[in-house]
């Protein structure tokens, strides 16, 4: 059955056509965060071409450098021009007409008029747990996806809170970071297990003299998800603060966003996010982990508190936030 987002809704009258946007304020060096944005990737590209050149070594010696090392380059290039796509396709995000989100589209719209954005492209995530992320490269390669459960949750200015904030995280070039860190940290990952496995059956046929230990790969294969885990904690806690802060600007007010994250955090609770992982659990404006992986992850997660945050929007109420 198709997904009807209007269901149970009041019915949204059509927008008009988009005029013509204003120009982007793209790549300009007033833009708060770019630069350390850009150089933070440049980073997590260089670490992670190292960090695979000492797991070749423990596998293979010197050869094992030269192909990890080739890995890492090539993952490096793949994942700048096609993470967006990749992050898409694990969470089953889907594109949608204007027809099938008028609401959604029309925030946008508002939204990125007032931001001087590229309109990003929307996708919906066939999913009744409510939640939302933004990513793309950068503003013109930008996409927004919902799920279906947000949609159909939170009231249309709740929603606009929302997207306003996932458009922050595109106006203050962000979502290159998370992106990449989500790949970075589910290829390291998937290494690491490979490793381990490898090593446990190298181990039954026995050692080589030319090869390493299998106490070296299994070393190896336990450090790779923790510091997988570590890149994660590369992205900041205070990219979310300052999508809330610039989200409530977009919006001028930001009542709508607090009043959507504490709606949020009880509609995660009452319907978990059944592909939840912690490799992109970072890129959703909520923490989609639930038990024991959201208790792990809560001690050095990416997400601050849901009531920190909502204090801190609160607060700016008193400062005259102004769109």
Known sequence: MPFDPQRGRTPVPPMPPRPAPTPPSAGGPGLPGAGRNYAKTAV??????????????AVGGPRGVLLFGLLGLVFNFASYWFSDKLALMVHGARPVTREELPEVYASVERLTRKAGLPMPRVFVIPSMSPNAFATGRNPEHAAVAVTEGIVRLLTPRQLEGVLAHELAHVQNRDILIATMAAM???????????IRWGAILGGQRGDREDGPSGLELIGWAILAPIIAFLLQMAVSRSREYGADATGAAMMGDPEPLAQALLALERGNQAVPYEHAGPATA??????????????LMSLFSTHPPIEERVERLRALRGGGVRG
Do not use: D, E, R
């Open 184 to 194: 970075v940290a589910g290829l390291i990952s998937t290494i690491g297990y490979v």
């Open 44 to 57: 997590l590209m260089a670490g992670l071409v190292g960090l695979l050149m000492l797991g070749g070594a």
């Open 282 to 295: 970072h890129l959703f404006i909520v923490n989609p982990l639930s038990g024991g992986a959201a208790k």
